[in-house]
């Protein structure tokens, strides 16, 4: 299901439903904006799609994988404020936490894919 379609989907299940906007948000522990923002396409917010989505008791079906990655300068890789970044980052807590909402593929987090000279 397109982008579109899924944001008008979830702005139906609300109205059917019979919640506000506002009784929503509360539900699903996010702002009365944000629920407006997610309505109205004009931001892509994750995170609180997966909060609407619990609210609404629906499940999750992955359409795409995504992938992020974080490039940091040598200068700075092994400073203190780096490193808890880092460390918390790769922490296996971390790693389940994030699998936990929408199955996130995390077998890679944390690895270094390359070092580059700028």
Do not use: W
Not at 5 to 21: M, P, V, Y
Not at 41 to 52: I, T
């Amino acid at each position: 299901m397109e982008k579109t379609k899924a944001i008008a989907k979830l702005r139906r299940i609300r109205r059917l439903s019979g919640l506000t906007q506002a009784e929503l948000a509360e539900r699903a522990a996010i702002s009365r904006p944000a629920v407006a923002a997610i309505e109205s396409d004009s931001v892509d917010r994750r995170g609180d799609v997966e909060m609407l989505r619990e609210a609404y008791g629906l499940g999750f079906i992955l359409l795409r994988e995504e992938r992020y990655d974080l490039a940091i300068p040598d200068a700075e890789l092994e400073s203190a404020p780096v490193r808890r970044r880092l460390d918390a980052l790769n922490s296996r807590r971390f790693a389940h936490e994030l699998a936990q909402p929408c199955a996130h593929d995390t077998a890679r987090m944390g690895e270094e894919l390359a070092r580059i000279d700028c």
